[in-house]
């Protein structure tokens, strides 16, 4: 009786799992998503990703290694705020156009652009049209019908 009680327990509090994906599966469907957009698509999708990270991403990390390696950031009065503030003071330096605060915000487009660029000088791209046959005639050659029954 007990351990009837305990196998029906077991089977009402601990179901039978669900199969469970790999734990790239997430990944690879992300992936398949990207290479399903068309050019243009993927483009824009690189470029907001890379804008979001200079815009947020990069101020936090800053926020985060200033730090640890200088202290508190102080924030006027208050000695100790946090990274809040920080973004408060990016963007409003981002609207009074002060350079170094651009060269934050567009440091990672940049350096896709840049990697980009060196990439093609290192690995030239591959012609899309095959080369053309030099013996080749452009006269047409009409279909006949063997009297043999081919």
Same mark, same amino acid.
């Given at each position: 009786?007990?351990?009837? $009680?305990?196998?029906?327990?077991t089977? #009402?509090?601990? =179901?039978? *799992?669900?199969p469970?994906s @790999? @734990?790239?599966e997430p990944?690879?469907?992300i992936?398949r998503l990207?290479?399903?957009?068309?050019?243009?698509?993927?483009?824009l999708i690189?470029f907001? *990703?890379a $804008? /979001?990270?200079?815009? #947020?991403? #990069? @101020?936090l $990390?800053?926020?985060? #290694? &200033?730090?640890r390696?200088?202290g508190p950031?102080?924030?006027? %009065?208050n $000695?100790? !705020?946090?990274?809040?503030?920080l973004l408060?003071?990016?963007?409003?330096?981002? *609207?009074q &156009?002060w350079p170094?605060y651009?060269?934050?915000?567009l &440091?990672?487009?940049?350096?896709?652009?840049? !990697?980009?660029?060196l990439?093609e /000088?290192?690995v030239p791209?591959?012609s899309?049209q =095959?080369?053309? %046959? =030099?013996?080749k *005639?452009?006269?047409?050659?009409? @279909?006949?019908v063997?009297?043999?029954?081919?």
């Amino acid at each position: 009786m007990t351990a009837a $009680l305990i196998f029906l327990i077991t089977k #009402v509090l601990c =179901p039978a *799992s669900l199969p469970r994906s @790999p @734990p790239l599966e997430p990944v690879s469907r992300i992936r398949r998503l990207f290479y399903v957009q068309s050019r243009i698509g993927r483009e824009l999708i690189l470029f907001g *990703s890379a $804008l /979001l990270l200079g815009l #947020v991403v #990069v @101020p936090l $990390l800053i926020w985060v #290694v &200033g730090n640890r390696i200088l202290g508190p950031y102080s924030h006027g %009065n208050n $000695l100790h !705020a946090g990274p809040m503030a920080l973004l408060g003071d990016f963007y409003a330096g981002l *609207s009074q &156009g002060w350079p170094s605060y651009w060269i934050v915000a567009l &440091g990672p487009l940049a350096i896709i652009v840049l !990697a980009r660029a060196l990439w093609e /000088l290192i690995v030239p791209r591959k012609s899309v049209q =095959p080369p053309k %046959n =030099p013996n080749k *005639s452009n006269t047409r050659i009409e @279909p006949t019908v063997a009297k043999d029954g081919l």
